[in-house]
């Protein structure tokens, strides 16, 4: 959904910005983009600015699937938090956030 999300800004990035943005080495972002742009939900174009670089554009069906996965991640969400308040809501999601950083940065003695 990450990679998703950031294919769906107004300036589409290139496929190196977006695989830096979501941490993935730019060969499986290229399979991964494979997969997707196979199933409809992005395509890519060449960047105007240098042919060597593509952009990655969500598709119209792509856009719908990005909806519909919003939708149930706030519903599930919703679900889930309601026992909290909303400021339990806010620093559950920090702490997250942290926990998800951490992971991606890789355990001491990697």
Request: hydrophobic fraction near 40%.
């Amino acid at each position: 959904m990450l990679m998703a999300l950031a294919a769906a800004e107004e300036k589409p990035p290139t496929q190196l910005e977006l695989a830096g943005r979501v941490g993935l080495d730019r060969t499986v972002m290229t399979y991964l983009l494979d997969d997707l742009e196979g199933l409809g939900l992005l395509s890519r174009r060449p960047n105007p600015r240098d042919r060597r670089a593509r952009h990655v554009i969500l598709t119209d069906e792509g856009r719908a699937q990005l909806q519909r996965v919003r939708t149930d991640v706030t519903a599930t969400e919703s679900q889930l938090l309601a026992e909290l308040s909303e400021e339990d809501r806010v620093q559950f999601r920090d702490l997250l956030a942290r926990v998800a950083l951490t992971a991606q940065r890789g355990a001491p003695g990697e």
